[in-house]
């Protein structure tokens, strides 16, 4: 993906990219987001992505197949049933699937919801939340200071509080203190929990990593890459979260590439370009040397599950933040977390913020996401 992206500079290049990072969030992703679009008053940005999709090759459809009974000789038969019994293969056409019936609001009808679906979400407090804030930077880093995230860090305490999770905040860590909080998180007993959220607000950088790329920065300016934060949480290394959501919320950039985003009608001069109080995250992207990092490392590693990893900007690009009223992806993460937690599924809402920011920066900044989730999310609210 990431290769794709770099490579994707014309507009339609970067339509077509977004498309496909849309379909891997599942079947509504893309008709919600183009209806979030027209909401927002941006139908012609929705009327071309909707071109782009049709225009794409169509798969070819498979026939309607239907259940079949594969049966053995005599001496091949197993002693707990009949052939037909252990070979039975049903498989249904799409078209008689039982549909999924909508899902209702929240409330008291989370425990009626069928754990095959969603997650539990029933332990009160949910689970842990740890915020690593990281503001000012040690000068020989190289790092500027990152104003704004003082606000972002206060939004995101107050939300994840009201959505029943214990947050515990740390400032101004350098790298290895950053490792040590989130190995000691890792390393509780979350039995009698069901989630655990880790936010990171920091400078970042683009690393060769594929399964989760980028890297956060500490204050000492030295980096630690998002893949070996992951995997302190997956379930080889914390036990007690196997089976559980695991979500982490990264506000850095993912290198320095800035996109350009597509060129429309802006109902303001100040929204034209970016500029005043209006800075980034973005960091030289480093080449890794010796023992710094090792990408091949990743194959001995378990494979993810239970985990997402949304991130304020595509791997590769910048991520823009605001002196007086903190990052974008930060501030439109707690307006959609404000309106739908009580409605609607976390993925759902995600895609409402990637509208949102890319909205807001006329495309110059679509937040991405990797996601491990093999059900249905919901923040549980009051």
């Not at 977004?18 to 209806?35: H, M, N, V, Y």
């Not at 030295?222 to 959501?245: A, D, H, M, Q, T």
């Not at 970016?274 to 378990?302: H, K, M, Q, Y």
Request: charged share 25%; hydrophobic share 35%; net charge negative.
């Amino acid at each position: 993906m990431l290769e794709e992206l770099q490579s994707a500079g014309s507009r339609g290049e970067q339509a077509r990219q977004l498309i496909i990072d849309l379909e891997t969030r599942g079947k509504q992703a893309f008709p919600a987001f183009l209806s979030i679009l027209r909401d927002s008053g941006q139908g012609d940005l929705a009327e071309m992505l909707l071109q782009e999709c049709e225009s794409r090759p169509v798969p070819p459809q498979l026939p309607d197949l239907r259940p079949v009974e594969l049966e053995l000789r005599e001496g091949k038969q197993r002693k707990n049933g009949t052939p037909h019994e252990r070979l039975s293969i049903p498989v249904q056409a799409e078209s008689e699937r039982a549909r999924v019936p909508p899902v209702p609001a929240r409330g008291s009808a989370v425990d009626k919801r069928s754990r095959d679906q969603d997650y539990e979400m029933k332990a009160d407090p949910c689970g842990h939340c740890l915020i690593l804030n990281n503001v000012s930077f040690s000068r020989d880093s190289g790092l500027s200071t990152r104003e704004g995230s003082d606000i972002d860090c206060e939004k995101l305490e107050r939300r994840f509080k009201a959505l029943h999770f214990t947050v515990l905040t740390r400032r101004n860590l350098k790298a290895q203190e950053m490792v040590l909080e989130l190995l000691k998180l890792s390393r509780q007993d979350h039995s009698a929990l069901d989630c655990c959220i880790v936010v990171i607000l920091s400078h970042g950088c683009q690393t060769s990593h594929i399964q989760f790329p980028g890297g956060v920065y500490g204050t000492d300016g030295k980096p630690i890459p998002i893949e070996k934060i992951v995997n302190y949480f997956n379930g080889f290394n914390c036990p007690s979260l196997r089976g559980k959501p695991k979500l982490f919320f990264i506000q850095a950039c993912g290198g320095e590439q800035r996109d350009q985003g597509f060129l429309v009608d802006c109902d303001s001069p100040e929204e034209e370009t970016p500029g005043g109080s209006l800075e980034s995250d973005a960091t030289p992207i480093r080449v890794p040397s010796g023992n710094e990092d090792e990408p091949d490392a990743v194959a001995s590693l378990p494979t993810p599950s239970d985990i997402l990893v949304s991130y304020s900007t595509f791997p590769g690009f910048v991520s823009w933040r605001e002196k007086s009223r903190g990052s974008w992806y930060v501030e439109m993460l707690d307006s959609v977390l404000d309106q739908y937690a009580h409605s609607e599924d976390l993925l759902s809402m995600l895609v409402r913020v990637a509208c949102a920011v890319s909205a807001k920066g006329r495309y110059k900044q679509i937040p991405g996401c990797f996601n491990f989730l093999r059900k249905k999310f919901f923040f549980v609210c009051d």
